[in-house]
Every structure is written in structure tokens, then in C-alpha cells.
């Protein structure tokens, strides 16, 4: 028998999973304490940017395999397997806020009517499939009722942007349980993955918990490391992308996530090495490398207007085009984006900025709402470039990687072109009479 699902949390990670999941044959219902969200999902509106979502979601909505509530009891009711998704934003100490996962681990208790399977879905410190267990056992004590269940952690690893292949074609699946039985029924909800041989990893609770944060800390490492490699490469006249080129044809290293840049951003890389740092230091273990990652990114965010100062002299008064907003390409997302650090850091030091990015400019007129007055929200991209003394590129959106450099030039007051995602060649920009400046080329 085919599991029914309940997906509690309509984020990211929980829209992207809800859909894919029901795409695999399997009957999802998708519950959100958001009734707007809810209701606008019922309509096919999706809250967020995410390539080919649309698509998934309208036939998966078309096969009635996918509804979406506010009802959690009728979901819990309804459903064999329960994944939680819901968010573990940061709190300011860095520590995963855990409210709403034991929100949820509650409300499973308190409606739960026969056997279920529990499935961590949000990165959680190692030890919550424990709480969540323990929650769950003493609501159903003070029912006084018994039922037995089972609880999984099962991260998640897609990429934004790339979510729903990721979800469909992933490199493992990694699903931690205390027993077989239950790894059987996981098997079951992610069957067309099982029976097209993907990897599957069954690990105990903790490890598969462990496993999230580990890949997550590498793949921020892995792109620090190549980010300082730049730094040093600027200094001693290295070519940085040579240096990716040459470093990932060794098997070892692999050529992937070392792509020089302004830093990383986004919602899961900041996050969970600040969280990883918080679960050592409360075990006693000093995590001395992810802490220095963590410190060196921010640098990097910093270097952009110091670099861009180094070469323009003094920003007051001058204008600065930014071409790209979200944190990656092909994505709305702000959280975190190295453009919230480098568009500050522009206006106090007197700059006003023209900026534009394809998808993520309603959300970054929110965030940025204290700079309103220094930022023009531009129509397009040569629009961002108009007049400006200089034009950096943050986020490397196709669009911006073709650009027409004459018109670029002509339109433009300055000649600076920060390409700090390096997509273009700095002979290229430099043929074209601007003075360039890259990421460690
Ligand atoms: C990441 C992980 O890849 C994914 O497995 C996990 O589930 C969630 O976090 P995501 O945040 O969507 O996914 O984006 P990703 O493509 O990994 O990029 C993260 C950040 O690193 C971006 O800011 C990106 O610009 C930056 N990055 C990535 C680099 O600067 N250089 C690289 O070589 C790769």
C-alpha cells in the first residue's frame, strides 16, 4: 500500500517536497498555519519563485494527489507518513529557533488516531528526532490513548533554483530510523527513487541529523576556501578560475562549489554553520574551522566596497549599478544574499544605488526599506547601468552574462565593471575601455 502524506510547513523545502512527493504517485496533503498562503495554493498562486513549480504543482493539483489546508487535525487524521518542514530560522545567538517544529511534534500528538511515521524534513540539531519523539509520547500519555509510532530524519539537500530536479534526481536519499520497519515505509513514500537504484542511506537518527549539517559546513568550506585562494590570488597575479580548473580535475576535490565570488548566502549555508558552531560549543567541541568559514564569509562580503573604494576613490556622491539581488540566480530569495551586506556598506559610505535583478526586487525593497531613499529600483539591466560610475555584478543571472558592453559603456558615466562573480573575461571588459576588477582574476 501507498502511504498517504501530510506536509506540515509550505516553505521552501516543504512546497518543493509536498509537490515532488506527489508527483511520485503518492497522495500529499500540504498543511500551513497561513491561511493566505493556503488559500492563494488552492488557486495555484505559489508564494515563491522556483522554476517549474507551476508545472509540477498544476498536474499534481489536476490527479488530486495534492491538496492544501489549515486543518491539522484532518491532515494528521488523513495521513500514514507526517513530514515536518516548518522553519528553524536563527535566533540571534545563532542556535536553530525550534519553536515550530515542537509546535508541530504538539499538534501530531494531540490529533493522532493510529499508527504514524514522524519525518524531520527542516534541518534540526542532532538530537530533536529524540524531542520530537518525546513530545509526541507525552501528549498521547496525557490522552491517556497509545499508539505507537515511529521517527525519521530525512534531510533535505536540494538547491533553490534547481529544487525540483534535485528532489527528483538526487545523489542519496538519507533516511535515519530506529527501525527497519519504518525505513521500509520511507522506501515506500520515495519509491520511484528506490527502484531507479539512487543510493539510499539508512542511519540512525542522530547520524542522518549529523549528515545534514556535515555537507552543508563542507560545501560553505569548500567555497570560503577557493574565496580566500582568490583573495591571494589578486595579490600575486593568479588566475583564480584556473586555479578551480585545475584543483577540481583532481578527483578528490571534485571541480563542483568552487566558484569564487562575494561570499555565500541563502537560507540554509549561514544558518547551519552558525548552528553547527552552537551544537559543538554545547557538547564541548570547538568547531575551529566552520567558525573561521563563518568569519571569513563575512569578510568577503565586506572586501566588495572595499575593493570597489580601492579602485573609485571616495563613494560619497557617486552612483553605483548593482545587477543582482538575490543571494543566487534563478531564485526570489533575499535571505542572507551578499547584496544586504554590500548595498549598506555602499550607502554609508555616501553612495545611491540603481539596482535591479530579475526576480528578487519586491523582497529586497522590504528588507532594504531603511535605505529607500539612496536605492532606484531599476526597469532593466541597462536601466541599473545608466549614469552610474560603476557597475557591479553580485548575482550571476543569465541575463547578465551576455551583456551588450558597448551600449554598457556608453550609457554608463564611469568605467568601472566589477564582475565579482567572474562571468566575464577581464581582457573582454577591458578591450571595451573599463577598468575592471573580478574575484581573483
Ligand atoms: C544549499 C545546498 O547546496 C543544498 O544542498 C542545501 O539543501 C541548502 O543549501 P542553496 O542555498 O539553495 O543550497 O544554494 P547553493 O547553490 O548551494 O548556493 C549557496 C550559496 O553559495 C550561494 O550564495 C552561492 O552563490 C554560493 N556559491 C555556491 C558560491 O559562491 N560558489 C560556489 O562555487 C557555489
Known sequence: MIPRVAMFGTGYVGLVSGVCIADFGVNVICVDV???????????????????????LERNIKAGRIQFTTDSKKAIEESDVLFIAVGTPPMENGEADMQYVYAVAKTIGE???????????????????????????????????????????????????????????PDRVVIGVESKEVAEIMKKVYRPLYINETPFIITNIETAEMIKYACNAFLATKI???NEIANLCEKV????????????????????????????????????TKALVQIAEKHGVHMSVVSSVIEANHRQKKMVTEKLEKVAGDLKGKTIGILGLAFKPETDDMRDAPSLTIIPDLVEKGANIRAYDPQAMDEAKKILDKYADNINYSKHAYDAAEDVDALIIITEWHEFRNMDLTLLKKIMKGNIFYDARNIYSRKDIEEKGFVFIGTGV
Open 34 to 56: 497561513n491561511k493566505e498562503k493556503i488559500d492563494g495554493l488552492n488557486n495555484g498562486k505559489i508564494p515563491i519563485y522556483e522554476p517549474g513549480l507551476d508545472v509540477f
Open 111 to 169: 490529533h493522532m488516531n493510529g499508527y504514524k511515521v514522524i519525518v524531520d524534513k527542516s534541518t534540526v540539531p542532532v538530537g530533536t528526532g529524540q524531542v520530537v519523539k518525546k513530545i509526541i509520547a507525552d501528549k498521547l500519555k496525557e490522552r491517556g490513548v497509545e499508539y505507537e509510532f515511529g521517527v525519521v530524519s530525512n534531510p533535505e539537500f536540494l538547491r533553490e533554483g534547481k529544487a525540483l530536479y534535485d528532489f527528483t534526481h
Open 224 to 226: 570560503t576556501f577557493i
Open 237 to 272: 597575479g593568479a588566475n583564480v578560475q584556473q586555479v578551480s580548473k585545475a584543483m577540481g580535475r583532481d578527483g578528490r576535490i571534485s571541480p563542483k562549489f568552487l566558484h569564487a565570488g562575494p561570499g555565500f548566502g541563502g537560507s540554509c549555508f549561514p544558518k547551519d
